[in-house]
């Protein structure tokens, strides 16, 4: 059994800034970590080692210090760590990011049994990379997974959506993108850490890839970031303060939203 994790180096904070001139992310003077939901998705794929005998595959694509999280993710027990980096894959919008993603990992392996994303990146915020690179494998997805079970090549998960959880089973190979709910990520060894230390990283650039350049980076992105702002921080039409008469204070917010007919 073979299972691939995604994962993503992030900027340590869930304030990203933006530059407001070239609407891109400032990444400066901030302390970068695995994307918090990807330390879920590797735990899963972890869990299928430890049951299963699975070899864990970690791909990330970023700069060249992204391979510090590919190094995390083997002191915590993945077999090897690719890392998709080149000049050339800079600027990717999603759908660019998924088609990298997804060639690297038809050049690892053609037949996977289990590709295992997080929900969604804290910066980038889409929760798109998922469900793009099982569109462009051709894979099952399954989204918002919290539990997972693999007997003689079914799957069996929980996910989580709105209106409650639905329980799926089916057939392997499949794509996941995988939920804080999931099992708690695990700490890496001391001995884990050590091995880490020494392991060497695979590093493919676009050409090892066999992507076609015109897809790449900045060139194969059609997203057009026109503006990104924080919005502004809403005033309030009322200001309520209770001090002694708790009911009065109660009776007059009940008044406000019934004048705006939210409340009849
Ligand atoms: C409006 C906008 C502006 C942006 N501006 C910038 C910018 O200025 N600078 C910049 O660097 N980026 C920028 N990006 C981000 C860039 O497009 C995304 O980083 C990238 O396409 C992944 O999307 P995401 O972060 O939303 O990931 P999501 O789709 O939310 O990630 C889902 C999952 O996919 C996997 N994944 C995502 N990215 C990677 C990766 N690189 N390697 C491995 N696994 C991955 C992880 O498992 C992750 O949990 C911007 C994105 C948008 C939408």
């Known amino acids: 059994m073979h299972v691939i994790v995604c994962i993503k180096q992030v900027p340590d904070t869930a304030n990203v800034k933006i530059n407001p001139e070239t609407n891109t992310l400032m990444r400066d003077g901030v302390e970068s970590i695995v994307n918090p939901f990807d330390e879920y998705a590797l735990e899963l794929a972890l869990l299928m080692k430890d049951s299963h005998g699975a070899k864990v595959s970690a791909i990330t694509m970023g700069p060249p210090q992204a391979d510090v999280i590919l190094r995390e993710a083997l002191a915590r027990g993945a077999d090897e760590g690719i890392l998709l980096t080149d000049r050339a894959f800079a600027g990717a919008d999603t759908l660019a990011t998924s088609y990298t993603i997804s060639q690297a990992i038809k050049k690892l392996d053609s037949h996977p049994d289990l590709i295992l994303f997080g929900k969604q990146a804290i910066d980038g915020d889409t929760a798109q990379v998922g469900p793009g690179v099982a569109e462009y494998l051709g894979m099952t997805l399954l989204c918002n997974v919290k539990s997972l079970e693999i007997n003689n090549n079914r799957f069996r998960a929980e996910t989580s959506h709105e209106d409650g959880t639905d329980l799926l089973e089916g057939d392997l190979p499949c794509v996941m993108t995988v939920l804080k709910e999931a099992p708690a990520p695990r700490f890496a060894s001391l001995s884990g850490y050590i091995r880490a230390r020494k392991a060497s990283i695979t590093k ?18 059609p997203t057009k970031v026109v503006k990104i702002f924080s919005p502004p921080v809403r005033g309030c039409d009322m200001k309520c303060e209770w001090k002694k008469d708790k009911d009065k204070a109660l009776q007059s917010i009940i008044n406000v939203i019934k004048k705006k007919g939210v409340w009849k």
Not at 204 to 221: C, I, K, Y
Request: zero cysteines; hydrophobic letters at 40%.
């Open 204 to 221: 493919w650039v676009a050409a090892d890839t066999g992507a076609e350049p015109s897809r790449l980076g900045l060139n194969g992105s």
